[in-house]
């Protein structure tokens, strides 16, 4: 059994978990998702009408199916002022806990803030930050504060420090994903996941497979 924690697509197989991620808008409606998805509200696509977004967000994330909150989180390269994107990442973390779901962040330039935000919050529940690509001297803080990771293309890359990261990190602390990336399977970031750790795939994925029942309690 494969696991997708973070893809953007639609994919059916028996043999695959596939954790659709979707952004919640007040016009989401429970029959638009998927089998098993994680929803929030992405600092991309917030407008002065997040208000709208966020009741609706509160009300379709307690129903089964959806296995996590996000993606979420901060983001420097956006435009809507940082301050806000905190005050609707804090909505989405007290969402999380009150769920018992984990939190799928989405963090850009701002893992400072982010490490602050944790510490602050204390969760319960795991943080997944998802697509992680940054340098060693982050990953190891990271690591350190406890958050979780979400791996995908940049380990197929040869000089990405995240191959590295992949063959030392703690078992429990990571899934793997394919996110907006339609030309990738999730095949792919297994095989290299399990060079890289010099592990089988069905090695990788009997440990993946717990750590998401761990993650999600499913
Ligand atoms: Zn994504």
């Known amino acids: 059994m494969l696991i997708d924690f973070h893809t953007h697509h639609h994919r ?19 029959q638009a998702l998927p ?5 929030g509200l992405h600092p991309w696509f917030m407008e002065s009408s997040w208000q709208d977004a966020w009741h609706n967000l509160e009300e379709l994330s307690q129903l089964p199916q959806v296995i996590a909150i996000g ?23 007290q ?14 330039k701002a893992f400072s803030e982010l490490i602050a935000l944790k510490k602050q919050a204390k969760p319960m529940m795991p943080w997944v930050i998802h697509g992680f690509h940054k340098k ?5 803080l990271l690591l350190e504060h406890g958050f979780y990771f979400s791996f995908g293309a ?25 996110d907006d990336r339609q030309d990738l399977q999730i095949e ?6 399990a060079q890289l750790r010099q592990i089988s795939v069905n090695s990788l994925e009997i440990e ?11």
């Open 188 to 193: 792919q970031i297994y095989e290299r996941a």
């Open 71 to 93: 993606e979420c989180g901060l983001d420097r390269n956006c435009k809507l002022p940082i301050a806000l994107q905190t005050i609707i990442f804090q909505k989405q973390i």
């Open 95 to 108: 969402l999380a806990e009150s769920l018992q779901k984990p939190l799928v962040v989405h963090c850009v």
């Open 12 to 30: 059916s197989s028996l043999n695959l978990i596939n954790v659709q991620v979707l952004h919640v808008s007040a016009e989401t409606r429970s």
């Open 154 to 178: 940049a380990i197929l890359q040869d000089q990405a420090f995240v191959a590295d990261a992949i063959a030392t990190i703690p078992t429990s602390r990571f899934l793997l994903e394919t």
């Open 35 to 39: 089998n098993i998805c994680s929803l």
């Open 136 to 140: 060693a001297s982050v990953y190891q």
């Open 208 to 218: 993946l497979l717990e750590t998401y029942g761990k993650l999600t309690g499913n």
